[in-house]
C-alpha cells in the first residue's frame, strides 16, 4: 500500500490520505482486499474481504489493482538493502509475504543496544516511506508473532511474551486457525499447555505450515530455522558509514582499501575477488566487483583496480553507507622482501594482468599455450593470462610465424590438380609462385570433427617478391566430400 | 648451440660502442612493406632479448583481421607470450604504455594497422620515454602505415626478399631474408642491409647492401642513402 502511494507521490496524481484506498487481487469469487490505508482500516474495510462487501460497508472506497510480483522484488531489494545493519538479511516468503528477517546476532552492539538498533531501523525505513512493527526475538518465529501480534517495538523477555499471543501468531494457515479456535485453543499458551503426544497425534501428517507442533517448536527454538541470505556474508568487510548522502565514492575508497587489506593480512589471506557495495538513500544497493589474476591484499593496486570502474555505479539520490568486500580470498602468506631490494617479479606481472583486464576485459588477454593436435588452428589454446607453461613444450613442424583466423579463400591456377598452384589470386592481387615445398597432409581428426569433414593438403609457397605463405588445399579430386577442392590461404612465414 | 643476441653479428661499424650485443631499450618501429608481409614481425622476434620473461603482445582489431595473429607453434620462442586484441588503436597504445611499467616483462610489441590519428608524435614520444624509463624494449610494428612524424628512437622498414636455397631441397624456400632498412635512428648510422635470420641459432646476419668501395667511391658516409 504504502508502496503504491509512493509510486503515486512520484507520478503526482496521489489521492488524499483521508480517502479510504484498498488493493485487491482476484480471488475465488471476485476481488477481494489485498490492503489498506488508514482511512479505509478506521472505515472497518479489513484484508481479505471481498470488494463487493467493502463497497457496501464503505461506499467512498477508492480501490486498484496491487502489484504483488512487485511487491516481492521489492522486497528482495529492501533484504540486501538491509545488509547494512548485519550480513544475514533475508526476505520473508513464509506467509503474507511482507517482511524482512535480520538475524542480528553479534551486531546489535554496533547500533548502540538492542532498542537503539530497532529504532534507528524504524526511523530509516520511514525515511523510505515505509512503515515499519518490529520486534527482536531469539528465533525467527518468535520475531514473527511479536512483530505482528506483541507490542511496538517489542523485544523478547522470555516465553511469557508469547503465552497471550493468539494462535494466528504461529504462522499457520487459516483452516488451523479456525480448528484450534473451535478446539478451545485460542493462545499460544494454552496450544503450548496441551500434552505434545496429543497434539503430534492430531496433527500426524499436516504440512509444515498447517501444524501447530512443529511451528511451535519452531517458535522455541527447538526447531532449527537459519536465515541463509542470497549473498553468502563475506569474512573480510571494511564500511564507510556518512553523515550525509553522496555521489562519488572515490575519495572513500583509499581508506576502505587500507580496512580491508589490514583484516586480510592479520589472516594471511589475499584477495582475489572484491565487491564495493554502496548502499543509496532510496532503499537500493549497488555494487560492482573486481577480479585479482593472483591474492593480493596491496591497498593501493586494490583502489586502482576500482578506479575506471567507479562511474558504472548508479548513485540514484546518493548513498551514505559504503562497504567493500572481499568475497573470495586465498591463503597469502607475508613474504619477505630481499635484502638488495629487488621486485617480485611474479607479482610485478600479475599486477600488470588485473590492471589490462579491468580496463580492457577479461576477454583481451590472453596467453596462447600449445595443445596436442595436428590440426593447425587447434594446436595452440588461449589459457589464462598466468597459466603456468608447459614443461617442455612438443617438437613442431615447420609453422608459420602468423596465421590467419579464419583462413582466406584463393583462386589457384594449378598445373597438375594433387600438385602445388602455379599461380594465385589473394586479395585481388596475383602472386607466381617461385618455389615450394609440399604437401604436407593433415587429416581430419574424426573423434571431433564432424562426419564428411575433408583433410587438408598443406604447401610451403614463396612467391616472386619473397614473402612466403602457407596454402592448402581442402580436399582430393573424386574424394566423394563435396565437388572440387577449394584452396586457402592460412598463414605467412617470416 | 649457442644462443647469442642477435646484434653480435650486425655491422660493428653502425655499431655505437657499448650498446653491441645489447637489446636496444627503447621505442623502435618497423614498417611492414606490403600488408601481410611477415616479415616485420620475424625481424622483431630476431631482435628480442634472450630470456625466460614474457613478451607482451598487442595487436589492434584491424591488423589481427588483415594479417593474422602470431602463432605460437611458429614463433619458436620458449617464453610465454601475453597476447592481447584491441579493437581501438588508441587502447593499444594505452595497452603497451601499461605493459611498459612492468618489470617483469621482456619486451612490448604493439602492431597497429593504418595511420590512426591516434597515434601522432605525443603519442610516440611518450612511448618512448616510458621505455627508457623501464629499460624495456618496445616495437611498435606498423602496417600498411606512412612514415610521418615519430618519435620513435629507431624507424626500421622490413621487406622480405627471396629466401636462401635450401641444401636438400633447391625448390623449396629456405631460410628467410629480409631487406632491412634503418632510415632514422637516435643512436646509430642508418644503413640498408640484407638480413640473413637463421633461426636455429637465433642469429641475425646483416650484410650491407651497398659493397663498402662504392660507398667510399661516391663520397657519402655510410648508411645515408635513404634518410627518410
Keep these: ?494 | 648451440m649457442s644462443r647469442r643476441s642477435a646484434f653480435l653479428q650486425t655491422d660493428r661499424r653502425a655499431e655505437p660502442a657499448g650498446t653491441a650485443g645489447k637489446a636496444v631499450c627503447t621505442l623502435s618501429e618497423v614498417f611492414a612493406a606490403t600488408v601481410g608481409d611477415a616479415g616485420a614481425a620475424g625481424f622483431v622476434l630476431s631482435q628480442l632479448p634472450v630470456g625466460k620473461a614474457p613478451i607482451l603482445w598487442i595487436q589492434d582489431r584491424l591488423s589481427r583481421r588483415e594479417t593474422g595473429r602470431p602463432y605460437l607453434p611458429g614463433l619458436g620462442i620458449s617464453r610465454p607470450l601475453l597476447l592481447m586484441e584491441i579493437s581501438r588503436p588508441a587502447d593499444v597504445l594505452a595497452a603497451a604504455e601499461e605493459g611498459l611499467r612492468c618489470k617483469a616483462l621482456s619486451a612490448v610489441v604493439a602492431e597497429i594497422m593504418g595511420d590512426p590519428p591516434a597515434l601522432d608524435f605525443t603519442a610516440t614520444k611518450r612511448l618512448a620515454f616510458r621505455a627508457e624509463a623501464a629499460g624495456l624494449p618496445c616495437w611498435l610494428i606498423r602496417h600498411g602505415g606512412t612514415t610521418d612524424l615519430s618519435a620513435a628512437r629507431d624507424r626500421w622498414r622490413v621487406a622480405s626478399l627471396p629466401s636462401l636455397p635450401l641444401a636438400d631441397d633447391p625448390g623449396a624456400p629456405g631460410d628467410p631474408r629480409w631487406r632491412v632498412e634503418l632510415f632514422r635512428s637516435r643512436s646509430r648510422q642508418p644503413g640498408l642491409w640484407v638480413a640473413h635470420h637463421d633461426r636455429a641459432a637465433h642469429r641475425l646476419d646483416l650484410v650491407p647492401a651497398v659493397p663498402d668501395g662504392a660507398e667510399a667511391a661516391a663520397g657519402r658516409p655510410a648508411g645515408q642513402f635513404a634518410a627518410g
Design chain 1, 1 to 494: 500500500m504504502e508502496r503504491k502511494q509512493r509510486q503515486d507521490d512520484r507520478l503526482g496524481n496521489s489521492l488524499p490520505d483521508d480517502l479510504p484506498q484498498a488493493l485487491m487481487v482476484e480471488g475465488t469469487h471476485g476481488p477481494t482486499v489485498h490492503a489498506v490505508n488508514r482511512a479505509a482500516q478506521q472505515a472497518g474495510v479489513t484484508p481479505g474481504a471481498r470488494v463487493t462487501d467493502m463497497r457496501a460497508l464503505c461506499p467512498s472506497l477508492h480501490t486498484d489493482y496491487a502489484d504483488l510480483a512487485g511487491d516481492q522484488a521489492a522486497t528482495d531489494r529492501l533484504a540486501l538493502w538491509a545488509q547494512r545493519w548485519c550480513p544475514w538479511t533475508v526476505a520473508d516468503r513464509t506467509a503474507d509475504g511482507h517482511g524482512l528477517i535480520l538475524d542480528t546476532t553479534g551486531a546489535d552492539h554496533l547500533w548502540g543496544g538492542e532498542a537503539a538498533m530497532l529504532a534507528g531501523i524504524e526511523g530509516s525505513l520511514s525515511m523510505l516511506g515505509f512503515s515499519a512493527r518490529l520486534a527482536l526475538a531469539p528465533t525467527w518465529g518468535a520475531a514473527w508473532a511479536l512483530a505482528r501480534f506483541g507490542p511496538v517495538r517489542a523485544i523478547w523477555r522470555g516465553e511469557q511474551d508469547l503465552a497471550g499471543l493468539p494462535v494466528a501468531a504461529l504462522r499457520l494457515g487459516a483452516d488451523t486457525v479456525l480448528l484450534l479456535n473451535r478446539l478451545g485453543l485460542k493462545t499460544i499458551g494454552a496450544l503450548s499447555a496441551v500434552p505434545r503426544l496429543s497434539l503430534a497425534r492430531r496433527f500426524l501428517r499436516a504440512e509444515l505450515a498447517e501444524n501447530p507442533l512443529l511451528r511451535l517448536d519452531q517458535v522455541t527454538g527447538h526447531l532449527p530455522e537459519p536465515v541463509s541470505p542470497a549473498f553468502a556474508p563475506p569474512a573480510f568487510r571494511a564500511d564507510a558509514r556518512l553523515a550525509e548522502p553522496i555521489f562519488d565514492p572515490t575519495h572513500h575508497l583509499p581508506g576502505l582499501c587500507e580496512a580491508l587489506s589490514t583484516q586480510l593480512a592479520a589472516q594471511d589471506q589475499g584477495a582475489r575477488r572484491v565487491r564495493l557495495t554502496v548502499y543509496r538513500t532510496d532503499g537500493e544497493v549497488s555494487r560492482i566487483e573486481v577480479a585479482t589474476a593472483a591474492p593480493s591484499r596491496d591497498a593501493d593496486h586494490l583502489a586502482f583496480l576500482f578506479r575506471d570502474r567507479l562511474e558504472r555505479i548508479d548513485p540514484g539520490f546518493g548513498f551514505d553507507l559504503i562497504s567493500l568486500e572481499g568475497t573470495v580470498t586465498e591463503r597469502l602468506s607475508k613474504a619477505q622482501t630481499t635484502l638488495a631490494g629487488e621486485r617480485n617479479e611474479a607479482l610485478d606481472l600479475s599486477r600488470l594482468v588485473d590492471r589490462l583486464t579491468v580496463r580492457f576485459g577479461a576477454t583481451a588477454i590472453a596467453r596462447p599455450l600449445p595443445r596436442a593436435s595436428h590440426i593447425p588452428e587447434r594446436a595452440e589454446r588461449r589459457a589464462a593470462p598466468l597459466a603456468p607453461m608447459p614443461e617442455d613444450p612438443a617438437p613442431q613442424a615447420d609453422r608459420p610465424l602468423r596465421l590467419l583466423d579464419p583462413a582466406e579463400e584463393i583462386r589457384v591456377l594449378y598445373a597438375v590438380p594433387e600438385g602445388p598452384p602455379a599461380q594465385f589470386q589473394w586479395r585481388r592481387r596475383t602472386h607466381r609462385v617461385t618455389r615450394y615445398q609440399g604437401p604436407e597432409r593433415i587429416a581430419p581428426e574424426w573423434w571431433r570433427d564432424l562426419p564428411g569433414t575433408r583433410l587438408r593438403d598443406y604447401f610451403r609457397i614463396e612467391d616472386e617478391t619473397g614473402r612466403r605463405f602457407w596454402l592448402y588445399r581442402e580436399g582430393l579430386h573424386d574424394d566423394g566430400r563435396g565437388g572440387t577442392p577449394r584452396w586457402f590461404l592460412h598463414g605467412m612465414f617470416a
